[in-house]
């Protein structure tokens, strides 16, 4: 008996049985870019297969030089270096996995001058503009798919994903958007789709009958002159003809405007378009996009959204995901909170994926945290990312952990967050956290803050200061007026707030607690008014499966402000912080840059502007919230220096201009890989 018997179904594909229904869909980690560093992709996906997934697919790997994302990104297209992959192959296969190989052509997409497309039209996300592919370029790519297919399966591969989703080369033929040929390979539906089938076709050729061949279908483009629903619908038949064995699915291109990944689209929020097309079609289909949690896959499943669950990102929190499910340890699971920042913002800034939970991810050899020899007391302060992932490290090597924290409960500015509308899974790590500490046996001390003199006296071995940051409050004339509240009396205690809000600061937090006031439930909670929010629709009722934007209206009149005269938002995430300015836009928050704040009386906020800010300004506000960032609480740091320990300080108490539960978490974890 198990809680997920659909999830944990095994699945014959008639020449080969999938032990479960579980894909790891593909996430370019940097480590597939140069041969030297094929082993550590080998160890990155042995570990996920000792994890129990099912079926496996790696980064992209062009089928040749113009497809490929960028100068020197990975490829496919010689023997040599086909013959390169044998350590990824064989150490997943002795590991007990499955492994398919991912085949994207970029096309305009690619980030060099090179790149080529149906029509020469430039994305709006790539400076590059492509070349439009005449008959013969065409059927060149066709044969370097195959070709590649052909030496995927050389190279030990189980099988092949084709790329046709997200806006890349095939899903670029496939859209009127892109596609503005006259020729046999556009101006219809069937020539539009030409190129896609016959690149099925070509892989099969290449391949032979038992060899998996996944094509990631793009069911949702969520552009203006994306496909018809009929259009999806014909492709997928004609796909599942040419020989494929699998569709997965793909949401959305990389240069729609509406979020399908970031942690405030809800959980399985897509899984209905698969459920559309499943009933037209005689072969597996995966569903993708936002499934996080066992409990979430399995009703997906139960309810015959789809055949499969591909997850991407929350198997680099976890690679041990699968086996929890199996073992009823769901609890355990360290979820994906689908922030992207150290995932996808590390990919999009060309440095190596990771994971801001799990920061072995992709580091497997590198940064292990294996049992101590010589088991220490230590003592760590604070229980915030960085407290807590040092304290569960250590533990779970072996060294004795106590874990002092000033408040009731655990989980430092992630208790804070978890409150922001969208940011609900914070919620999970925090969890995550609480189980960890009890599984590795830390002594837990909470509502206890720790003081120098009891910690120096308490024989710990080591001690480790996490108590990360105190928030700044600026010196404005009237800053101590009624109407001024710290992000942390709105956010975390519930402060009442008017009508009327000023927020001083627009760094994250400003950010953040901007859309606390401006929403009144949780979109990310509320599929369809998400969906409103975002102006996502049936494909059968709109070409893409676009319309128009219908957002609630904002409870609160918000002035955002910062003194900078850079553009709101210019340090968020690379591939979320358009989301937040959006979601902003659509609750017509004010947003004010190169401000200076004069003063706070009775009538509201004084502020002025200009170089010399020579323009002066009253917001009538009913209530001012200050995020102007915070400082390192370092006291008992000093204070323990001052009696002759050595502490260590880690997180926000050691730097808190860039408090960031990503170096948070990294800097944890490296310490207790080294106590
Ligand atoms: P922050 O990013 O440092 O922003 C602080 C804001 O306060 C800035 O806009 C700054 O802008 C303003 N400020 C600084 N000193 C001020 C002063 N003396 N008087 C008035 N304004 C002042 O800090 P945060 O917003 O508190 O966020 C902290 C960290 O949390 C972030 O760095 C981030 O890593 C993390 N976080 C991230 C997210 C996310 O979405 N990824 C969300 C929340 C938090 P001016 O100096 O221009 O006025």
């Known amino acids: 008996m198990t809680t997920y018997p659909n999830l944990l179904a095994p699945l014959d594909l008639g020449f080969t049985t999938l032990r479960n229904r579980v894909l790891m869909g593909s996430m370019h980690t940097g480590l597939e870019d140069r041969a030297r560093d094929l082993d550590k992709l080998a160890e990155y996906f042995a570990e996920r297969a000792r994890g129990g997934i099912g079926l496996m697919v790696t980064g992209g790997f062009a089928p040749n030089k113009t497809g490929s994302l960028y100068p020197l990104a990975s490829k496919l297209s010689t023997r040599g270096e086909a013959g390169k992959h044998h350590v990824l192959t064989d150490a997943v296969h002795e590991s007990g996995g499955k492994i398919a190989l991912q085949l994207l052509h970029a096309g305009r997409y690619s980030y060099h001058p090179l790149s080529v497309s149906a029509s020469s039209i430039k994305a709006p996300i790539n400076p590059f503009r492509p070349r439009a592919l005449s008959e013969r370029g065409i059927r060149k ?25 997200e806006g890349y080369f095939i899903n670029q033929f496939l859209a009127p958007r892109t596609n503005k040929r006259t020729d046999s390979w556009g101006g219809t539906p069937e020539g539009r789709r030409r190129i896609a089938v016959e690149i099925v076709r070509a892989a099969r050729a290449a391949t032979g009958p038992d060899f998996i061949i996944i094509y990631r279908i793009s069911l949702w483009d969520l552009v203006d002159g994306g496909q018809t629903w009929d259009e999806v619908l014909a492709l997928a038949g004609e796909i599942e003809q040419a020989g494929a064995t699998l569709l997965n699915t793909g949401i959305g291109w990389h240069e729609a405007r509406v979020p399908t990944i970031v942690t405030s689209v809800p959980r399985a929020a897509f899984t209905g378009i698969t459920a559309k097309l499943r009933p037209h079609i005689g072969i597996p289909i995966v569903t993708s996009n936002r499934i996080n949690m066992p409990q979430t896959a399995e009703e997906v499943l139960a309810r015959g959204d789809a055949d499969l669950i591909s997850m991407a990102r929350p198997l680099l929190a976890d690679p041990d995901w699968v086996r929890k499910a199996e073992t009823e340890r769901a609890d355990e699971i360290n979820t994906c909170i689908a922030c992207n920042q150290a995932c996808l913002d590390h990919t999009f800034s060309l440095k190596r994926a990771t994971c801001m939970l799990n920061p072995r991810a992709a580091h497997e050899t590198e940064l292990r945290l294996l049992p101590t020899r010589r088991a220490r007391h230590i003592a760590v302060v604070g229980a915030g990312p960085a407290g807590l992932s040092a304290a569960i490290g250590l533990a779970g090597r072996g060294h004795a952990v106590e874990l002092f924290e000033a408040e009731e409960s655990i989980g430092g500015q992630f208790a804070i967050a978890q409150r922001i509308p969208g940011k609900e899974e914070f919620g999970e790590t925090i969890r995550y956290y609480r189980r960890q500490l009890e599984l590795t046996g830390v002594k837990q001390h909470l509502g206890t803050p720790a003081s120098a003199e009891t910690l120096a006296a308490g024989g710990f071995d080591e001690i480790i200061v996490a108590t990360g940051v105190t928030p700044r409050m600026p ?15 709105v956010v975390k205690h519930g402060k009442p707030v008017g009508d009327r809000v000023a927020v001083i600061g627009a760094g994250g937090i400003g950010v953040d607690v901007s859309e606390f006031l401006t929403h009144a439930g949780s979109p990310s909670l509320d599929l369809r008014a998400w969906q409103a929010e975002w102006g996502v629709t049936d494909p059968e009722l709109a070409r893409g499966g676009v319309t128009e934007a219908r957002p609630e209206p904002a409870p609160h009149q918000v002035y955002l402000l910062q003194r900078k005269e850079t553009r709101i938002g210019k340090g968020l995430g690379k591939t979320t912080g358009w989301v937040h300015r959006a979601a902003l836009k659509a609750k017509h928050v004010q947003q004010l840059t190169d401000v200076r704040y004069d003063k706070i009386d009775d009538a509201g906020l004084h502020i002025s502007f200009g170089d010399k800010h020579e323009r002066p300004q009253l917001l009538a506000v009913d209530t001012i919230v200050v995020c102007a960032g915070q400082e390192s609480a370092r006291g008992l740091a000093e204070e323990l220096t001052a009696l002759g320990a050595d502490p260590h300080v880690i997180g926000g108490a050691e730097l808190a201009a860039e408090l960031d539960a990503k170096r948070a978490i990294d800097q944890g974890t490296r310490l207790a890989a080294s106590l």
């Open 141 to 165: 790519q066709i044969a370097d798919f195959g070709r590649a297919a052909g030496l995927a399966r050389e190279a030990g591969y189980d099988g092949i994903e084709i790329m046709g989703s």
């Open 475 to 489: 010196a404005i004339p009237g800053i101590g007026h009624p109407s001024v509240l710290s992000y942390v009396d």
